[in-house]
């Protein structure tokens, strides 16, 4: 998936993609300039970091969905 595709998945602004990559580790890949992410690495990473800080989910204070 692209940043855009992982955003729309996650109900989520692409800006809060990069900043979970840059401060929380969230798995993706440079392929180029671009970063790929694994549908099945964010589910595993979304449930250990979402069972750790519930309502943390996005910039904008909402909980995953």
Known sequence: MSADDSAAYL?????TIYAWI????????????LLKFQASKVNVWVGSVG???????????QPWK
């Open 11 to 15: 109900s989520i602004t692409k800006d």
């Open 22 to 33: 840059a401060a929380k580790s969230m798995p993706a890949h440079k392929v180029g300039r």
């Open 51 to 61: 069972a750790a800080h519930p309502g943390q989910g996005t910039a904008e204070g």
